[in-house]
């Protein structure tokens, strides 16, 4: 009998627990790197995605022609400019799945503000190009929607103006280097480009002088009178006497910086890049020049306006002739060319020069905005010349050198820069002397006059103390003027007793209205724009209407015989 030895081949149980462990455990691991592996091809992609998103969004606003900018704000802190992410849509024709010519015609459907032919010649290009360089997310997501793999969604920076038109001339818009519409830029966005884009200084707003509240009223009130009027343009500036900061400046037409279109001339800012015979406007600087060099010793002083007045072969009259002797707040009053003229004579060619200069009429205006015009100075300057001036012909300056003069005229002497800055009490500038403090008070009293009984009586505000100056004058036109053409004017300054601010409104060819009895002067087109703007803003500024306050005039009323007239 045979005896059988089963031989029992199983492991012992620890060495089997251990082996099944380590099988685990390199399973276990070869997942772990599966997953890792898969992981990393994840970052690296997304990586890659960013890197590439970065760098499409560099593109996009590189195209677009300027790095990520500061804010710019009011003085309120209202935002003004803002850069924030915006989206772009490009297209790679060579990835392209879909019929180009129907795939146009659907992106014009989208953007019926572009051809359908652009759209087309895009799409089959050679290369990637942009479909729309600045987009709304409702308009990325129709054309998203269209399932076109070839089109891509660039993100990039885009300069928004929530404000849209607000301030548009002020503002202006960032310099860009667009191969397809290069444009230089203008307004705030140039002037302070360094200071926008450095990197240090892009966290902190840039803040403006602008009120955006009045700013909103001026132009608004601008617009009402131009559509009224049918004018061809309006033009306003609202400074601070005391410190030269510009609280609101606006021009018509006007455009939307947010899509600036292709209308040129609709950017040109009236106020800095346009110069004007202003007219009568001038003449309260005349006066007050020739206070303080002597040529005017009494006020009660009478010049003969009986008839027009013969200088060599020029003939200077008066446009509504009193046919009488003046008094010089008579002349003002009633806005007398031919006293004008005679007093400037008093005073001398030198004297008129010199206060001018100081005034910088010589020159282009002191403020940042890089789009400022020469004025037209005289070539020669001789008897007529200096007569001429006196009364704002044969020198043409722009609004704001007009109402930083102003602001010298009634703040006590002294003349400063505009400004645009937002400027601390410490910073503004000390300014420099061009009249006296004695004939600064004189003037304030002759300009209320002008307003309560003179040619300004339509921009009279109750309570708010308006003194001022009417000016219309013919345009420039083949080497004489254009008789139909008025540029009309009121410069004035409020209120008059304690002048804060000088507000300024000018109607380029406005028509005559029924409401105006068909008459054209700054009497009836400019000086009722400045009577509604002074009433709505006086609040906002904190001057609160006071129908028992007033100039004192006691001494000069004497001097005046009332006698209504138009300018």
């Given at each position: 009998?045979?005896?059988?030895?089963?031989?029992?081949?199983?492991?012992?149980?620890?060495?089997?627990?251990?082996?099944?462990?380590?099988?685990?455990?390199?399973?276990?691991?070869?997942?772990?790197?599966?997953?890792?592996?898969?992981?990393?091809?994840?970052?690296?992609?997304?990586?890659?995605?960013?890197?590439?998103?970065?760098?499409?969004?560099?593109?996009?606003?590189?195209?677009?022609?300027?790095?990520?900018?500061?804010?710019?704000?009011?003085?309120?802190?209202?935002?003004?400019?803002?850069?924030?992410?915006?989206?772009?849509?490009?297209?790679?024709?060579?990835?392209?799945?879909?019929?180009?010519?129907?795939?146009?015609?659907?992106?014009?459907?989208?953007?019926?503000?572009?051809?359908?032919?652009?759209?087309?010649?895009?799409?089959?290009?050679?290369?990637?190009?942009?479909?729309?360089?600045?987009?709304?997310?409702?308009?990325?997501?129709?054309?998203?929607?269209?399932?076109?793999?070839?089109?891509?969604?660039?993100?990039?920076?885009?300069?928004?103006?929530?404000?849209?038109?607000?301030?548009?001339?002020?503002?202006?818009?960032?310099?860009?280097?667009?191969?397809?519409?290069?444009?230089?830029?203008?307004?705030?966005?140039?002037?302070?480009?360094?200071?926008?884009?450095?990197?240090?200084?892009?966290?902190?707003?840039?803040?403006?002088?602008?009120?955006?509240?009045?700013?909103?009223?001026?132009?608004?009130?601008?617009?009402?009178?131009?559509?009224?009027?049918?004018?061809?343009?309006?033009?306003?500036?609202?400074?601070?006497?005391?410190?030269?900061?510009?609280?609101?400046?606006?021009?018509?037409?006007?455009?939307?910086?947010?899509?600036?279109?292709?209308?040129?001339?609709?950017?040109?800012?009236?106020?800095?890049?346009?110069?004007?015979?202003?007219?009568?406007?001038?003449?309260?600087?005349?006066?007050?020049?020739?206070?303080?060099?002597?040529?005017?010793?009494?006020?009660?002083?009478?010049?003969?306006?009986?008839?027009?007045?013969?200088?060599?072969?020029?003939?200077?009259?008066?446009?509504?002739?009193?046919?009488?002797?003046?008094?010089?707040?008579?002349?003002?009053?009633?806005?007398?060319?031919?006293?004008?003229?005679?007093?400037?004579?008093?005073?001398?060619?030198?004297?008129?020069?010199?206060?001018?200069?100081?005034?910088?009429?010589?020159?282009?205006?002191?403020?940042?905005?890089?789009?400022?015009?020469?004025?037209?100075?005289?070539?020669?300057?001789?008897?007529?010349?200096?007569?001429?001036?006196?009364?704002?012909?044969?020198?043409?300056?722009?609004?704001?050198?007009?109402?930083?003069?102003?602001?010298?005229?009634?703040?006590?002497?002294?003349?400063?820069?505009?400004?645009?800055?937002?400027?601390?009490?410490?910073?503004?500038?000390?300014?420099?002397?061009?009249?006296?403090?004695?004939?600064?008070?004189?003037?304030?009293?002759?300009?209320?006059?002008?307003?309560?009984?003179?040619?300004?009586?339509?921009?009279?505000?109750?309570?708010?103390?308006?003194?001022?100056?009417?000016?219309?004058?013919?345009?420039?036109?083949?080497?004489?003027?254009?008789?139909?053409?008025?540029?009309?004017?009121?410069?004035?300054?409020?209120?008059?007793?304690?002048?804060?601010?000088?507000?300024?409104?000018?109607?380029?060819?406005?028509?005559?209205?029924?409401?105006?009895?068909?008459?054209?002067?700054?009497?009836?087109?400019?000086a009722p724009v400045v009577k509604k703007v002074v009433t709505r803003i006086g609040p906002m500024?904190?001057?609160?209407?006071?129908?028992?306050?007033?100039?004192?005039?006691?001494?000069?009323?004497?001097?005046?015989?009332?006698?209504?007239?138009?300018?």
């Amino acid at each position: 009998m045979a005896t059988i030895v089963v031989r029992n081949d199983r492991l012992p149980v620890n060495r089997e627990r251990q082996n099944l462990t380590a099988t685990a455990h390199q399973r276990l691991m070869m997942i772990l790197l599966v997953i890792l592996a898969v992981a990393a091809v994840l970052v690296l992609r997304l990586a890659w995605m960013g890197v590439s998103s970065g760098l499409q969004a560099h593109t996009s606003y590189g195209a677009g022609g300027a790095p990520p900018r500061a804010d710019i704000v009011d003085r309120n802190g209202v935002p003004l400019a803002r850069t924030m992410d915006g989206y772009s849509i490009a297209v790679r024709p060579s990835r392209l799945i879909g019929d180009p010519q129907e795939l146009a015609r659907k992106l014009h459907e989208i953007f019926p503000d572009t051809p359908e032919k652009s759209f087309y010649t895009k799409l089959t290009g050679k290369g990637w190009a942009y479909l729309r360089k600045s987009a709304l997310p409702e308009q990325v997501a129709q054309v998203n929607a269209l399932g076109e793999v070839g089109i891509e969604f660039p993100r990039g920076k885009e300069r928004v103006y929530p404000q849209r038109t607000l301030a548009a001339h002020v503002l202006g818009f960032a310099p860009v280097q667009d191969a397809d519409a290069p444009q230089g830029g203008m307004g705030v966005e140039a002037a302070f480009n360094d200071r926008l884009t450095d990197p240090a200084q892009r966290n902190t707003p840039l803040a403006l002088s602008i009120d955006s509240r009045v700013q909103g009223v001026l132009e608004n009130e601008l617009y009402s009178a131009l559509v009224e009027q049918r004018a061809n343009g309006a033009t306003g500036v609202i400074l601070d006497a005391n410190t030269g900061e510009v609280i609101a400046m606006a021009s018509f037409p006007v455009f939307d910086p947010n899509k600036l279109g292709s209308n040129i001339d609709a950017r040109r800012n009236n106020v800095v890049q346009s110069r004007y015979e202003l007219g009568s406007t001038f003449k309260p600087l005349a006066f007050a020049a020739a206070m303080d060099e002597g040529a005017i010793k009494s006020l009660g002083r009478r010049y003969d306006a009986t008839a027009p007045l013969q200088v060599g072969g020029f003939r200077i009259k008066d446009d509504h002739p009193l046919g009488r002797w003046l008094t010089v707040p008579e002349a003002l009053v009633h806005s007398s060319n031919i006293v004008t003229a005679r007093i400037a004579d008093d005073m001398g060619t030198e004297a008129m020069q010199k206060i001018y200069r100081a005034l910088e009429f010589d020159r282009r205006p002191s403020i940042e905005l890089k789009e400022r015009a020469r004025t037209i100075w005289p070539s020669s300057w001789g008897r007529v010349t200096n007569m001429t001036v006196a009364y704002g012909h044969g020198i043409a300056v722009t609004p704001i050198h007009l109402a930083s003069a102003y602001a010298a005229l009634v703040n006590g002497g002294i003349w400063r820069p505009a400004t645009l800055l937002r400027l601390k009490e410490e910073d503004v500038p000390k300014g420099r002397r061009v009249y006296s403090a004695a004939t600064s008070a004189r003037m304030r009293q002759m300009l209320r006059m002008i307003v309560m009984d003179g040619t300004g009586r339509s921009a009279d505000a109750p309570g708010y103390r308006i003194g001022g100056k009417t000016g219309s004058a013919e345009k420039p036109f083949e080497g004489g003027y254009a008789h139909h053409s008025l540029v009309t004017t009121f410069a004035a300054a409020f209120p008059m007793d304690n002048p804060r601010y000088v507000v300024l409104t000018m109607m380029d060819e406005p028509k005559g209205t029924p409401a105006t009895f068909g008459l054209r002067t700054a009497a009836f087109t400019a000086a009722p724009v400045v009577k509604k703007v002074v009433t709505r803003i006086g609040p906002m500024l904190g001057i609160i209407p006071d129908e028992r306050r007033d100039v004192d005039l006691s001494e000069l009323m004497p001097l005046l015989t009332t006698v209504k007239k138009k300018d």
